[in-house]
């Protein structure tokens, strides 16, 4: 299938490894010319160069900047005043408890897993919008709707990202811009290895029975692929998902157990 989207211009947040370099390779296999984000810039231009290796037919750059502070998200926004297509994606604090969610741990996960993506989403949404055509995408967490309480504080951060979303989903839907939120569970990434390390230190087992448990616990039996959620990411910013906005779709092999 043509997504029609060959041409576009798409930033993905945090994609020098995981989950958003997933979404900037499926991106780049549809034509999308793409830029990639993180903090270290050696480790940005190693990934732009294999990308530019497997993906000569697409432009391939990258920004250096750290998405939780202001300057880093103005310097995004100075070098790319117009984009198509925004994946939006950070990493979250580290599991805790309630006796370590102080005012201060509250308001760093909010400005990991809150701030940026709206800010950006303030900068180059007018764009969008005047253009008639724009593609916002956010990976949040399959705990938004199945919230786990080690991860109280990153859950609560993207369900605040959620909830916001939703809401200006319905002001520009009109606009043939969409914004949707993508769920991820188990996938197979750089992130499943500090749990796996975490599950394996509290646990004292191995690397390969850590794995079996996690692997398990989805009713897909393994873990998910890379690959399978960068397909949904680039199928989210399509032409033919213009009907599809205000969304979670869930990547969690079939394991939430609720309706809605």
Known sequence: ??????????????????????????????????????????????????????FPEVEISAIAADLTQAQGRELILATLPQIDILVTNNAGPAPGALDEWDEAALLAAMNANFIPAVQLIRGWLPGMQSRRFGRIINITSAMVKSPHYMMGLSTSARTALTAMCKAISREVAADNVTINN?????????RQEFMLRRLMAKEGIDRHEARRRNAMSIAAKRYGLPEEFGAACAFLA????????????????GSYEGLI
């Open 182 to 190: 993508l769920l991820p569970e188990r996938i197979d990434t750089p």
């Open 238 to 253: 399509s032409q033919q998902a213009g009907f599809i906005s205000g969304q979670n779709l869930q990547l969690d092999g």
């Open 1 to 54: 299938m043509d997504l029609g989207i060959r041409g576009k211009k798409a930033f993905i947040c945090g994609s020098s490894q995981g989950l958003g370099l997933a979404c900037a390779r499926s991106l780049a296999a549809e034509g999308v010319n793409i830029t990639l984000n993180g903090r270290y810039k050696e480790k940005l231009a190693d990934t732009v160069n294999t990308l530019r290796e497997t």
